[in-house]
């Protein structure tokens, strides 16, 4: 995601966060302590301040770590932001799919190949895209999307926590306390609401840059031009240009979308 979005010129660092591929689930997996495994990162590969940008359920340990180490986030960069949105008075708060989904169905990749195969569009609707852009989904990217599902046994693990920790309601930061520069970027019908979220955040962050797309859902289909373009023109902006075309890459959990 991360080479989508910036294009060339950027060196990435891409760590796994806790519990997906072949990082563990420590003790304590809190966003807090996820935020300061980051910090650690960063004095391990020496690199004093870097452009920290989050995708999904990222935002919550991004955002932690521009919080809790303010001097070594360049700038904040959140898409299609799992970040904090009010319930609406008088409606029900959202649950998320019961224990016996998230502990047994998302761990078996035979589960999700027969899925794959009998139901391909509930891998889409479980990945974020409205039924208005299945028929944009190329094919290329149908098979990313299932091929993203078929290692559920290496991402279930993290992606059971962020559902039980961050979804269908997010924590709330003191995201008013962002002191650099932060971009917002979502889509207005994304199934997960991050627009509706990127509406209330920029609320919270008058100074923030906010992205607002009319469709692309949450896997910001036909829009990596637009967002790759948008984002260095912010970086741009705050005096970040890209330096020499460094190689930089590791496994990620760029698949993830919950």
Do not use: C
Not at 98 to 112: R, Y
Not at 221 to 235: A, H, K, N, S, Y
Request: proline share 10%.
């Amino acid at each position: 995601m991360a080479s989508r979005s910036l294009g060339e010129g950027y060196r990435i660092i891409a760590p796994s966060r806790f519990g997906y591929l072949r990082s563990p689930m420590p003790v304590d997996a809190s966003h807090a302590a996820q935020a300061d495994r980051l910090a650690a990162l960063l004095d391990t590969v020496a690199v004093p301040r870097a452009v920290v940008l989050a995708v999904s359920a990222g935002a919550q340990p991004a955002t932690q770590l521009a919080l809790r180490h303010p001097e070594r986030v360049q700038a904040l960069v959140l898409v299609v932001p799992a970040l904090h949105l009010p319930v609406e008075p008088g409606v029900p708060p959202p649950s998320g799919p019961p224990g016996f989904v998230l502990d047994h169905v998302l761990a078996s990749d035979f589960i999700v190949w027969m899925l794959g195969r009998l139901a391909p569009n509930l891998l889409l609707r479980a990945a974020g895209v409205p039924y208005a852009l299945n028929a944009q989904v190329a094919p290329e990217l149908r098979k990313e999307i299932v091929d993203g599902f078929l290692s559920a046994s290496a991402r279930h693990v993290g992606l059971a926590h962020d559902i039980r920790t961050t979804t269908p309601t997010a924590p709330d930061l003191p995201i008013e306390q962002l002191s650099m520069p932060v971009m917002l970027t979502a889509t207005a019908d994304d199934p997960y609401r991050t627009g509706d979220v990127l509406r209330y955040s920029a609320g919270r962050l008058p100074t923030a840059t906010a992205l607002l797309l009319k469709t692309g859902g949450h896997l910001l289909i036909g829009q990596d031009e637009r967002i790759q373009r948008e984002i260095r023109r912010f970086l741009t902006a705050h005096g970040i240009a890209p330096g020499p075309a460094l190689a930089g890459k590791s496994t990620s959990d760029s698949q993830e979308r919950h």
